[in-house]
């Protein structure tokens, strides 16, 4: 079975932090480009984070530069996002998406060709 499962959000203060994970079975990160995105309620998705297949060039949202921080584990075949300095405007959900192979991070945020269901990061002020 095909799966991507991310995990690590919750209710937390404004200047806080949290790790998000997203563990694959049945597929693998290895040689993948991968991707963070969020949704707010009321918004669309946009990408926050990539990070391209060889860990090179990786790219942030402008909204969370210097605060969060993508990796990978190819080992565990896991996904990061580390987020410092929480603010309430990064309240939403938080998926973790998987790219093409040998790709490299852009502004097209994509093409993306498996997703997580979603993790909810809240924000308090």
């Known amino acids: 079975q095909v799966q991507m499962m991310e995990s690590g959000g919750g209710l937390v203060q404004a200047g806080g932090s949290l790790r998000l994970s997203c563990t694959a079975s049945g597929l693998t990160f290895t040689n993948r480009a991968i991707y963070w995105f969020r949704q707010a309620p009321g918004k669309e998705r946009e990408g926050v984070s990539c990070l391209s297949w060889d860990n090179s060039k990786p790219i942030y949202a402008d909204s969370v530069k210097g605060r969060f921080t993508i990796s990978r584990d190819n080992a565990k075949n896991t996904l990061y996002l580390q987020m410092n300095s929480l603010k309430p405007e990064d309240t939403a959900m938080y998926y973790c998406?998987?790219?093409?192979?040998?790709?490299?991070?852009?502004?097209?945020?994509?093409?993306?060709?498996?997703w997580g269901q979603g993790t909810q990061v809240t924000v308090s002020s």
């Open positions: 998406a998987r790219g093409t192979s040998l790709a490299y991070c852009s502004g097209s945020w994509g093409p993306v060709n498996a």
